[in-house]
């Protein structure tokens, strides 16, 4: 089907399928001869991009004078799906693997040039093969998102399918979900299952799991050894401990925080060392681990996501901030130091709170208890009614507060819920190890 | 035989998609493990290459130093391609007469030997259909890339493999040729040829290790074997013709398999663990000492011929057993050497009855202590066996210190290649082109005519001297008034037979203060080798290595005394020979002499010292 001629060949250039294979001549004796890929979101205009028989892409411009021909019965390729293999399916209780999409089940996506999430239980098992070695796993997609684009009433639907789980004889549920957010819905998650019967487990790959040196199937492993035979009753983070692919850490949900871009192991326990390690099929476990209960687990919903979480800053203008706290129930403060706001925010906090909005403090220094006794600033903060959270991290303290804004119906009762230690998310004694 | 080369040559700019410095470093502080596995491409497939490397199932550990950071470590996403190694590419692509493409896609190439952290190689095709001139013959050169260099492998033992992070992702010009190379010979040259080009960019590399070619070779009837890293550019002729003579003995046992009418019946091998089971020592015992199974393969039509026909040392043997080799074994039997190690020949006729084979049928055997591990091998050696019947395989290969190359994993594919979504594409404008194309640097044909004329020195000797990589040491100690030509046998003859590379091995100032004692004459030329070796011994300066040489203080008098003393022992011979006698005399003087005077002025004083005592003979 020859495409030449006179006229601007790039109409129908650009229109040609993925896949198809081409031959472009410019006219002037130079050739070249690929098959279309995807375009990438930032090449540049009229660039057609090619593989070549090499296995290379380039990006060729194609210029006016530019002809072409599609070559006919020689089309890209596409290796069937695999079929999946006879899994020897070992008896006993499973484990559910609850997905939601994110790094750790995305591929390339070359029609972006991204990564985008995978879909379905096949594609799953495609990229994990040996996920259910030591005994059954049962797949349940929920979700199919990056976790940037997870919000709180997900955190509800996740409990609830977890809690489905559990009724359906799962000895421990892995969640996998995206790095981004995790630890937000880790610590939702904490709040809203109540009489765990066995882990919850959430994990997820900081490298894209295209590449061979992922972190995804050896953090997805450990979480499943963890849900398949911990006695752990709460809800954790299992991730990387380090930088080899040998020694996973459990972190509790509610202390642990994303501290880097990128690195394997970018999840740590704040404040306290992790609650355990997974150094091949071993789990350790801190003696101050949950225990499972008998059962039944069940959601202790709901929330209430008029909830928000604001950071303190040099130049943070007290007319914005008091505009961003308008509807809400409950604000977060991540303050400065010990838990502080400049003083000049005393006023649109003092009115807040005077409208019935709870006002509660953390430090955004993600280290040590806010405190509102060592400084004037403090003072005044506790004496407006600020209520300081000590050592909670400010995203803890945000899902703890939108979980407490759906269980009291009034700025005292959520400050008392806020107060009280419900899963272990205050830590008491900052010892020199683990102190974050 | 058709030849093609890839020459890959490491670039002097830092590292290609991070800020760490772009050299070998000692410091090792810390170190990590890692499992890759391979993933699947564009297309869903998962190459063949990769998937034989993630079959052999090992831990990877890398040392990392204060000069590595987390791009290294595929902690961290490549930062954007380093400007300058681009465009050295693209001056290569413009001096080799190669069109760069319009836009560059950074590659993702599978490698899943652990050699990269993150499981791939990332590389891109800079420029296409380039091609080269050299001694009135036309070399095309169909693709020039970038790529970044892998990890430098420290330790291979047993399931562990370490490799240092200080290699990683040095920048690295890959420039290919088309199959158009016909000896050896030709080879050598032309990578020399394409390295002085990239040396004239002033951005190459310098010392051990920073050139590296993959030689891709055929014989008519044969398949392309590519011969990975040869590091030395003097063995390239060696590889090219072992691997030719290679390829010709296979088509050879293919025809002779043929007549036999040989076969391969399947991948599976018979236990015959309990026919050997009382052999007390060897490789069997290796293997049933620690419960390990023996597998014998039966390969009707193939004995005799696993030796090697007449003339040659390639045989078939070998290429089965490097089969068992990459499957982690030691190696296997083959029935054309047994009986031997161990077995005998009741345990022969054992096995062959067990197998039912007739007097024209060979067997192979395998013993590991794991029946997993001899499961593969079995399987891998009858494929090799199996791929016998057509001939040669296309492979790749290493190469060994001898000469010679060993199996080393299947020809990857185009399925190993897909996008590095971390880095966006590139435009290569054309201003950017044409700005390059302004400031090109001086091509090696006009480096050598250049030299030539203003050095004096012959085309040979030029030629040497950009070949050997050496033009900056010649123009520096030339530039300090040392005559030109002692300067080019200095660093082309006597620098490289001491230390290799030559870059790597002297300071300028000490080859300057070298080439001083000779101007003094505190030395000869003939000296010069001695005093490297001392300095590559550990001399700490020129003086302390002549001293160490035992060069030191031997005087124009001192000449004088050495010859009155031969002159008056060879006597009689001098009497009467004559003239004639001169070499004898001469030879005599510089077995004592030992470079520490000049051959010229010994020669001079011999024929001073001949002249008055040798009576002319009349005809």
């Known amino acids: 089907m020859a495409g030449g001629g006179s006229t601007d060949p790039w109409p129908r250039i650009a229109a040609l399928p993925m896949g198809r294979k081409v031959e472009i001549t410019d006219g002037h004796g130079r050739r070249w001869i690929g098959t279309v890929v995807a375009r990438h979101e930032l090449s540049g205009e009229r660039i057609l991009p090619l593989k070549l028989e090499s296995g290379y892409n380039i990006g060729l411009a194609i210029e006016p004078g530019f002809e072409f021909r599609e070559i006919e019965g020689d089309r890209e390729r596409r290796t069937a799906e695999p079929s999946p293999s006879e899994r020897p399916r070992s008896g006993g209780p499973h484990v559910a693997l609850l997905t939601t999409g994110g790094t750790i089940a995305s591929r390339v996506d070359y029609e972006t040039g991204g990564v985008r999430p995978v879909g379905g239980e096949r594609e799953i098992l495609d990229f994990y093969p040996e996920l259910d070695r030591s005994g059954p796993v049962r797949i349940v997609p929920v979700f199919d998102r990056l976790s940037e684009n997870i919000v709180p009433d997900d955190w509800v639907v996740l409990a609830g399918r977890t809690v489905a789980a559990f009724h359906d004889g799962a000895r421990g549920v892995v969640i996998a979900h995206g790095t981004d957010t995790l630890g937000f819905t880790a610590a939702g998650l904490s709040f809203l299952l109540g009489n765990l019967p066995g882990p919850v487990v959430l994990v997820g790959a900081q490298r894209s799991p295209d590449r061979p040196s992922s972190d995804g199937s050896t953090n997805l492993a450990a979480a499943v050894t963890v849900a398949r035979t911990a006695l752990l009753g709460e809800v954790v983070v299992v991730m990387h401990a380090g930088l080899s692919d040998r020694r996973f850490a459990i972190h509790r949900g509610t202390v642990v925080r994303k501290m880097h871009s990128s690195r394997r192991d970018a999840f740590e326990s704040r404040n306290r060392a992790p609650l355990g390690t997974v150094d091949g099929a071993a789990v350790s476990l801190a003696p101050w681990a949950r225990p499972p209960t008998s059962g039944p687990a069940r959601v202790d919903g709901p929330i209430d996501p008029r909830g928000s979480l604001l950071w303190t800053y040099p130049g943070l203008e007290p007319d914005a901030a008091r505009a961003f706290v308008r509807g809400q129930r409950g604000v977060v403060l991540a303050g400065t130091g010990l838990g502080h706001a400049a003083t000049a925010h005393l006023g649109w906090i003092r009115e807040a709170i005077a409208d019935g909005v709870v006002i509660a403090m953390t430090t955004q220094c993600l280290g040590g208890n806010a405190d509102p006794y060592v400084y004037a600033t403090g003072r005044d903060l506790v004496g407006a009614g600020v209520v300081y959270l000590d050592d909670l991290l400010p995203e803890t303290a945000y899902a703890k507060l939108l979980w407490a804004l759906g269980h009291a119906p009034d700025a005292a009762g959520v400050a008392a819920l806020l107060r009280r230690d419900l899963v272990g998310e205050f830590t008491a004694r900052h010892l020199v190890e683990g102190s974050g | 035989m058709k030849a093609g080369l890839e020459v890959h040559q490491q670039l002097a700019v830092g590292k290609l998609f991070c800020g760490c410095p772009g050299e070998l470093a000692d410091e090792v502080s810390g170190t990590f493990e890692r499992r890759l596995r391979p993933s699947s491409g564009e297309n869903r497939a998962v190459d063949v290459a990769a998937a034989f490397q993630a079959a052999r199932g090992l831990t990877y550990r890398y040392e990392s130093g204060p000069a590595n950071c987390l791009v290294e470590m595929d902690e961290e996403p490549p930062h954007a391609m380093n400007a300058a190694a681009l465009e050295t590419a693209l001056t290569l692509a413009l001096l080799l007469h190669a069109r760069p493409v319009d836009e560059i896609v950074v590659m993702r190439k599978i490698v899943v030997d652990g050699s990269n952290t993150g499981g791939f190689q990332r590389t891109a095709l800079v420029a296409l259909d380039g091609s080269l001139e050299l001694g009135g013959k036309r070399y095309s050169i169909p693709t020039i890339c970038l790529e970044e260099d892998a990890a430098r492998k420290i330790r291979d033992v047993g399931e562990e493999v370490v490799y240092r992070l200080d290699r990683l992702g040095i920048p690295l010009i890959e420039i290919a040729t088309g199959p158009e190379i016909a000896s050896g010979e030709e080879a050598r040259e032309v990578a020399e040829e394409i390295g002085a080009l990239v040396r004239a960019t002033g951005r190459a590399r310098r010392g051990i290790g920073t050139v590296r070619e993959d030689l891709n070779v055929s014989v008519e009837g044969g398949h392309r074997v590519e011969i990975k890293g040869v590091q030395e550019l003097r063995k390239i002729g060696e590889y090219v013709r072992r691997e030719a003579e290679r390829q010709t003995v296979l088509l050879g046992v293919r025809d002779a398999l043929r007549a036999a009418h040989a076969s391969v019946g ?275 300066t020129v003086p302390e290595a002549i001293e160490r040489a035992g060069l030191a203080g031997f005087t124009a008098a001192d000449l004088a005394d050495l010859v009155a003393r031969v002159v008056a022992a060879d006597r009689d011979l001098i009497d009467s020979r004559g003239d004639a006698a001169f070499s004898a005399v001469m030879g005599d003087v510089m077995k004592e002499v030992r470079g520490r005077r000049d051959g010229r002025e010994v020669a001079d004083a011999v024929r001073r010292a001949l002249a008055p005592a040798a009576p002319k003979s009349e005809p």
């Open chain 2, 266 to 540: 399947g991948l599976e091998g018979v236990d015959v663990t309990a026919l050997v089971a009382d052999i007390p020592n060897g490789p069997i015992a290796d293997a049933t000492g620690k419960g390990g199974p023996v597998l014998a393969l039966s390969l009707p039509g193939f004995a005799g011929h696993f030796r090697s026909p007449p003339g040659t040392e390639e045989r078939l043997g070998r290429e089965l057993a490097d089969q068992a080799r990459a499957a982690g074994l030691r190696g296997l039997l083959h029935s054309d050497e047994l009986p031997a190690f161990g077995v005998t020949p009741a345990h022969v006729a054992a096995i062959r009855s067990f197998l039912r084979l007739g007097p024209g049928d060979g067997f192979v055997l395998v013993a590991d202590r794991s029946a997993e591990r001899a499961a593969r091998a079995v399987a891998q050696v009858a494929r090799r066996a199996a791929e016998a019947l057509d001939g040669v395989p296309g492979e790749t290969r290493d190469p060994l210190p001898d000469g010679r190359t060993r199996y080393s994993r299947p020809l990857p594919g185009r399925d190993r290649m897909y996008p590095e979504t971390d880095v966006p594409p590139l435009s290569v404008p054309t201003e950017r082109i044409v700005q390059l194309r302004r400031a090109l640097p001086e091509r090696p044909a006009e480096l050598r005519a250049r030299l030539a004329a203003t050095l004096g020195l012959s085309d040979e000797i030029v030629r040497q001297v950009v070949a050997a990589g050496v033009v900056e040491e010649l123009e520096d100690l030339t530039g300090r008034g040392y005559p030109a030509a002692l300067v080019a046998r200095l660093v082309t003859q006597e620098v490289p037979a001491v230390v290799r590379p030559p870059t790597d091995g002297f300071s300028r100032d000490a080859l300057a203060a070298l080439l001083s004692a000779a101007r003094d004459g505190r030395i000869a030329k003939e000296g010069f080798l001695p005093v490297l070796q001392a300095l590559a011994e550990g001399a700490a």
